[in-house]
Each structure stands twice: as C-alpha cells, then as structure tokens.
C-alpha cells in the first residue's frame, strides 16, 4: 500500500487531553480520531490491526468449535426486562423508544438475545452443546469515558456464549474457552494474568478475568510473590490466622469523641492504633439496612457483601438513613445496642480485638473496652474486608503484591440464570423438561489496541508485534527526488509484496526525517530504508522493537526478513 493513498494523519505533540500513553500515541499515529466523548473512528491503520486480531480470534474459535454470526445491536427492551437486568444494569444502560414508544436499548452485551435465539430452536439436548459468538460494537452510557479506547461508549467486543445440557458440558466448553482466550492473548504478544474475577451483572457462579498489567489499569491486581495465585481485588483473599486475645475483659466504658468523623479521628484523638476499633458502617442491601463490621485499619469489600447476599443493589446508606435507623452521625456509628430489625454481619477479623472501640450510637461518643461476645451481636462472620498488600496468600505460598491492570477478557459460568428468567428450555433423554446450562465470554477487541499499546510503546511511538501489525515492513527512500533511490524502493515495494508480505512504501514527497518521525510513530516491525547506498543495491533494515540495524543487499532482504520474523516471534 502506498502511504500516500492512506489516511494517516500524525500530529508533532501530545494531544493535551489525553493522559494515558496509549491514548497519546493512537492519536499521535493517525490510528483513531474522537468522534464524541467515548467514540472513536477508526481509521485505515487501526482498523488494520483490528481486523487483525479478530482473524486470529476467529481462528482460534474454529479450533473449539465456536460457530460465528451476527446479533443486532439495537434489541428490544422487553428481553432485559424478562431478565430483570432492564432495571439492575443501571444508567450505564443506552434507552430509547421508536415512533411507536416500543422501548428499545443499545446492546452493552447479548445475553438475553442469544437466550431468546436459542430458546426458539433448540428444543432437545441432542442439539446440544452449542457455543456461538459474534464480533461487534457494544454501548455503554459511561459517565466519565477516558483512557481512550480503554474506557468508551462504544466498543467492539467479542462476546460468545455457550449452551448445554448438563454442568460437564460447561465446564468442558469453560476450559476451552479459556484455553482458547489465552491462545489469542499469547499469539497477540500481550503480557497478562489470568486472575480469579466477580460475575458482577452477569450473574451465574465461576468466572475469570484477564488482565493486562498497565499503569493505567483501572482494575488492581492481587497476586502471590510464590504461586499462580491471581485475582480482582473485590475477589481476592487472604490467609487468616485467627489471634485470639487472652486478655481481661475491662468495663464497658462511654467516653467523649467531638467532632470525629473517620476511624482515623478516633484513632488519633485517643491514641490508640486503628485495628482496635470495630469499623461500623450501614448500607442498603436491595433496600434492607444491614450493619457492617470490620477492623479500622482495614476496608469494606462490596463486592463480597454483594455476593454473600446474592444481592441486586448494595449502596452505603445516606445520612438521612443513619439518622433514621440508628439515631446517630457519620462518625459514631456502633454495633451495641442495634436493634433486632438490622442485620449485622461482621469481618473475622474483628475477634481478634480485645477492649476495642466503637460508636456509641450517639453523636459525638463512643465505647471502649468493647468486646464483641459480651457486648453486641453479630449475625454473621465471614470474608468480608478488602485484601491488603504483604498479606499471606489463600494458599499459604508466598506474600500478596498489588498491579494495576486492564480488563481485556472475561469468562463466566452462568448456569441457569438467563434461561429460567426467559423460559429457555429443552428435553432432556428422559423427555422431561429443563433449563438450558449457559455461559458466556467476552473479549474487548478495540481496548486490546490500547492494552498492547500500554505495554509496547516508547517515546518515539507505537510498536506493534508482527502478528497484528496493520503492516509486517515499512519502505521508506530517503530522498523521494533521488531517481536511484525511489526505483530501488519501489522494486522492492513490489518484490515484497508479490511474495506476500504487507508492505506500507512511504512515496510521499517528504523529508527524511518527517518519514523516520512518522514510521516511528505508526511503530511497523522492520524499517527498510533506501539511501546512500541505492546504487550499489544496499539498504538499511531496522527493528523497531530493538533498534537493531543491518545492511542487506536487494537479492537478500526477503531471506533477512523470513530470519528477523523467526528471531522476533
């Protein structure tokens, strides 16, 4: 392709509004242009690359068996609402009505309608397992899109789903897929975790995420120093020795705390360090008050209280709600004296706390010498705080470490949860009547441009690996007005690609150094530059990844390049 026919437009300097180096560099290399806060066009080079990506995708679906169609994105509301995630999925959730006030949504993901397709003609488990999937652009209604491609409202995704008959089905096609995920990920060049991840919206038991380790990562990483261990942050769990206080126990004590509103007050008005208070804190679990109890130095997991409830909403609750259910201010809230009406569940690590603090339940009070089985109840103890950085691992080997990562691919096991709220049955072999087994998998196509990007560019720009790289060479001469020069490059321009390489020949009329800046930035893995030596039918070939440079003669450059692609994969 000549470069003159493409449209690449490069820009000299960082775009102000971008933060994240990817965004920096998919601008700065002509690859996307914003079209509205959280949509992009993608242009010649990056859709390249995309089309790229979805190629080894759909190989690797073939490879299990995966079939590929294509869903509408515009779906009919009444689908959602019949699973009840119409009203659950929250204001990310893209909602119109036609002329004829039918309510309808932009599709953020297709459980519902795979369900429907499905539950219409399949009728028997001998047309199972059936694994199907689709590439194309999903719309969620992001309140703050940033990062560029790694947080938009609109994406493209690939997202497969699974039907079975019975839970070794699943797990079978579950492995696959996963299999299959990290096939994609490693033929990609990416480096990545596969970490244990929170069904979240989707709903159904396992699942499993894969993560990009990026500075930019909105998603932390846990993981063992000494082990496979990895997981979410909101998933992650620790080794727990209980210590079990062998102290007195002093007299319940009310003492003065004006103006505390944080663990951290308390803790520096009496002095004390804050793993002796007993953190109180309200929320609303599917509307219903429950009290919370941690250790101070540690913090509520919302996601594990979520999962522990099998809840649809869990929202701290409101000042006006405190003051209604427990009669007292942010800041002096405590468990003793709670009435029956409120749940209270509590972290284990809260036994090991002897003569503690708590809030009194009176503004501007608290307790000491609070000791949880003389003084107040709890429901329920269980695993309920988030893990910290120099924890011991779940499996004993090793110490937990944090990194920042991006989400770039999700596995879930569903199970019934789509096809009993949709009626999505078949027959099974003694005729009787049962619920499809589901599961459901997604790859973020377009912010895996930003993952890889994250983690290959430099300063000079993009550096794409060979096996997603809009182009495998770059054919630059260095002087467009040498004659020697632009036929040497055009006979290899066209050598190159009648022996089926892609080949991008930078014709343009420009200087040299405005063709080095811009082949740095568009980040192709070998640059063969047209020069000095033309007429003696030299050129200089050079790796964008390590900056290594050879000279080759023009009856060599195709064995060089076969060599520079095997040394480099």
């Known amino acids: 392709m000549k470069q003159s026919k493409l449209l690449i437009p490069t820009l000299k300097q960082d775009p102000s509004d971008a933060e994240a180096i990817s965004h920096q560099m998919l601008l700065r290399a002509g690859y996307i ?99 199907l999937y689709q590439i194309q652009a999903k719309y969620r209604d992001e309140n703050r899109p940033r990062y560029g491609l790694l947080r938009g409202r609109e994406f493209i995704m690939l997202d ?92 319940l004590t009310l003492i003065d705390t004006p103006k505390c509103k944080t663990v951290e007050d308390v803790s520096k008005l009496l002095e004390i360090e804050s793993s002796q208070i007993f953190k109180s804190l309200v929320y609303m679990i599917d509307q219903k008050p429950v009290m919370v109890i941690v250790r101070g130095d540690q913090q509520v997991n919302e996601i594990k209280i979520k999962n522990y409830f099998n809840a649809d909403e869990v929202n701290l609750a409101t000042a006006e709600e405190v003051r209604k259910i427990i009669g007292a201010e942010f800041g002096s809230i405590g468990p003793i004296s709670v009435s029956d009406e409120v749940k209270i569940i509590a972290d284990e690590y809260i036994k090991e706390i002897a003569n503690g603090f708590a809030g009194a339940n009176d503004t501007g009070k608290h307790y000491k010498n609070v000791n949880q089985k003389r003084d107040f109840r709890v429901d329920d103890f269980g695993d309920f705080h988030l893990v910290q950085e120099g924890d011991v691992s779940p499996d004993g080997s090793g110490i937990l470490k944090f990194t920042r990562g991006i989400e770039i691919g999700h596995i879930f096991k569903l199970g019934t949860r789509y096809s009993e709220s949709l009626k999505a049955n078949i027959l099974d072999e003694n005729g009787r009547e049962k619920p499809i087994i589901m599961g459901s998998y997604g790859i973020g196509v377009s912010r895996l441009l930003s993952a890889i990007a994250e983690q290959n560019a430099d300063e000079n720009g993009l550096v794409w690996p060979k096996s997603i790289s809009p182009f495998d060479v770059h054919v630059i001469p260095a002087n467009a007005k040498n004659d020697v020069q632009m036929e040497l490059a055009n006979k290899i321009y066209q050598d190159l690609t009648n022996s089926g390489f892609k080949v991008l020949f930078d014709d343009r009329k420009e200087r040299t150094g405005v063709k080095f800046a811009d082949s740095d930035l568009i980040g192709l893995p070998i640059r063969i530059t047209v020069g000095k030596k033309a007429e003696e039918k030299i050129v200089e070939v050079k790796m964008r990844a390590s900056g290594e440079t050879i000279e080759a003669k023009e009856n060599e450059i195709e064995n060089t390049l076969h060599i520079l692609s095997q040394n480099n994969n």
Do not use: C
């Open 33 to 131: 242009r914003q079209i509205s806060a959280g949509m992009y066009s993608y242009l010649p080079l990056a859709y390249r690359v995309i089309k790229n990506i979805e190629d080894i995708i759909s190989e690797e679906m073939d490879k299990i068996d995966a079939a590929e169609m294509l869903m509408p994105a515009v779906l009919p509301a009444q689908l959602w609402k019949d699973s009840g995630r119409y009203e659950t999925y929250g204001p990310e959730l893209f909602k119109f009505k036609n002329r004829h006030d039918t309510d309808f949504i932009l599709g953020p993901t297709h459980e519902e309608t795979f369900t429907e397709l499905i539950k219409d003609n399949v009728k028997s488990y001998k047309k199972l397992p059936l694994t």
């Open 160 to 251: 497969a789903y699974s039907f079975s008959s019975d839970d070794e089905s699943l797990d079978e096609i579950y492995r696959n897929m996963e299999s299959a995920f990290q096939n994609i990920f490693n033929r990609i060049g990416l480096d990545y975790r596969t970490i244990i991840g929170d069904s979240g919206s989707m709903g159904g038991s396992d699942s499993k995420e894969f993560s990009a380790p990026a500075v930019v990562g909105e998603d932390t990483i846990v993981y063992s120093d000494d082990s496979d261990y990895a997981a979410n942050i909101e998933m992650a769990t620790n080794t727990h020795i209980n210590k079990v206080p062998h102290v007195d126990e002093e007299e």
